[in-house]
């Protein structure tokens, strides 16, 4: 079993749409989790980042921890084009209170206009 | 407020050959990981400077080495060259204990012929 599962996608969904994003870890040694936007050919910007378990907002970008299910998501109110992209989830720390990051492979959304 | 720049964009190499790639951290940050993301797939750590030594190594073999510098910047090197060796190589530097996120530069694109 990967340390982290993450449906890819393709994810395509009409503009103004409620976008849902979800990962599923094995690793219960996970305290942080974030999520990553990543543009075709560029680096993962963070997008959200969360300590622990709960729920935590910024604009139309909601993330949502739960560490008893091993379950982590992030929501997008009223998607526009630009949103399309792959979302990456990550993770740490994990073995020893190691730094590293786990990834999960990516979910490439289209937000169509 | 400058980013995570990394140095060369792209880069073709052949089999054998060995390559250098160079990475300057996010002012204020002091710690630098490196990560490889395949086609396709999330980043997969390689390993994480501070304070000029090599902190955490994930799997990857001894052809893979760095270095980080006094002022903070780091290099990936990779010798002997293999065909899989082609990807994105990410630099993401960061600060704290837990760091507040880590912040990834654009990405060396290494294309291996």
């Known amino acids: 079993q990967k340390e982290v599962e993450q449906d890819p996608g393709p994810l395509s969904v009409p503009e103004g749409a409620i976008v849902s994003l979800n990962c599923t870890y094995s690793?219960?040694?996970?305290?942080?989790f974030m999520w990553y936007r990543q543009y075709s050919r560029k680096g993962p910007e963070l997008l959200m980042y969360?300590?622990?378990?709960g729920n935590k907002e910024d604009g139309r970008f909601t993330a949502q921890v739960d560490k008893s299910s091993k379950y982590i998501s992030l929501f997008i109110r009223d998607s526009q084009p630009s949103d399309s992209a792959t979302y990456l989830c990550?993770?740490?720390?994990?073995?020893?209170?190691?730094?590293?990051?786990?990834f999960g492979k990516g979910t490439k959304l289209t937000v169509n206009p | 407020d400058a980013g995570v720049t990394q140095s060369p964009t792209h880069l073709i190499k052949t089999r054998g050959q060995q390559v250098t790639l160079r990475c300057s951290p996010k002012s204020g940050h002091d710690t630098v990981s490196w990560y490889q993301q395949a086609l396709g797939q999330g980043p997969q750590f390689i390993f994480q400077?501070?304070?000029?030594?090599?902190?955490q190594r994930g799997n990857f073999p001894d052809r893979f080495s760095g270095h980080q510098f006094p002022n903070y910047s780091s290099e990936l090197n990779v010798n002997a060259l293999l065909l899989g060796d082609s990807a994105l190589y990410l630099c993401?530097?960061?600060?704290?204990?837990?760091?507040?996120?880590?912040?990834f530069g654009s990405g060396t694109r290494l294309t291996v012929v």
């Open positions: 400077y501070y304070e000029e030594e090599e902190r």
């Open positions: 690793n219960s040694a996970f305290q942080y």
């Open positions: 990550a993770m740490g720390p994990s073995q020893g209170g190691s730094e590293k990051l786990v």
């Open positions: 969360t300590y622990s378990s």
């Open positions: 993401a530097s960061s600060f704290g204990n837990p760091p507040s996120g880590y912040t």
